[in-house]
């Protein structure tokens, strides 16, 4: 009991240091407007995913991924905006490299390690892929990077998760010149989706992603709080709050 103590302290402190060292000195942001034509070509209304299309162009979309995985932030010359637009681009991008490598599937759930242990070694900690030259996976992108370097919970309905009741795939890239505007629209667009919220003035049934990073929609008020911000329906401050059941099936 005591090494098994010793092996998950150890697993935190892991995850703890990660993130810091996915970088480039001296590099300079890709362009993203290849991501920005395959996503318009192959994401369909309601962020259904043409995976057989990105299959057709997968050289394409190898080559925009080696675009990103040789261009790595550089933390100290690029803005805010870029570094986010690349971090956010490179989850959404390698999830479809994922699926498509390994199409046709039923979940993405049903990828990555034999052996899988929730939050400590499933898909989402598949090192599948490189970023500056150092192998890494989703996880380290999401909860290493995107959650912990920038606070943005609005990060939470443009990255994808490859999944039915995931935020929509949207068809087009983020970009820093764009990127408040495109993170409000996806925030106001998930947060109205009565697929996956449903929200009445005293009672509201929301996506589990509002349970499960909780504290990323709390820092400056209330979930209520928060969910006003963007909801067309005034919600009152006591309603009602429960969680949807998840949908993992693939979002094809």
């Known amino acids: 009991m005591r090494h098994l103590f010793f092996y998950f302290l150890f697993l935190l402190i892991v995850c703890s240091c990660q993130g ?3 970088g480039t000195a001296g590099s300079t942001p890709p362009n993203h407007s290849l991501w920005d034509q395959l996503l318009s070509k192959h994401v369909k209304p309601g962020g259904r995913v043409d ?41 959404n991008a390698f ?15 049903d990828l990555g390690p034999k052996l899988k242990i929730p939050l400590v070694n499933d898909v989402w900690h598949y090192k599948f892929f490189e970023i500056g ?42 970009t820093a010149d764009q990127l408040e505007a495109q993170l409000e629209a996806v925030a106001k667009e998930f947060v109205n989706d ?4 449903q929200i009445q003035k005293d009672e509201v049934q929301v996506s589990a992603i509002f349970n499960w990073f ?8 209330s979930l209520i709080d928060f969910l006003n911000s963007y909801s067309k329906i005034r ?18």
């Open 51 to 91: 995976y057989a299309g990105f299959i057709r162009d997968k050289e394409q979309l190898e080559s925009y991924l080696k675009s990103l995985s040789e261009n790595a932030p550089d933390r100290k010359t690029w803005s805010r905006e870029d570094q986010l637009a690349y971090w956010i681009n490179a989850y």
């Open 214 to 221: 909780s504290g990323d929609f709390t820092r400056d008020g």
């Open 235 to 252: 919600i009152d401050s006591d309603a009602k709050v429960t969680y949807l059941d998840y949908n993992w099936s693939l979002n094809d």
């Open 133 to 174: 030259g150092k192998e890494t996976d989703l996880d380290e992108i999401e909860h290493g990077i995107l959650r912990k370097e920038f606070e943005e919970p609005r990060i939470h309905f443009a990255i994808n998760c490859a999944s039915v009741s995931c935020p929509p795939l949207q068809p087009f890239a983020f």
């Open 95 to 109: 999830t479809v490299k994922l699926i498509v490598d390994h199409y046709p599937i039923e979940s993405i759930r």
């Open 194 to 197: 009565p697929s996956r919220n």
């Open 20 to 22: 810091q060292s996915l």
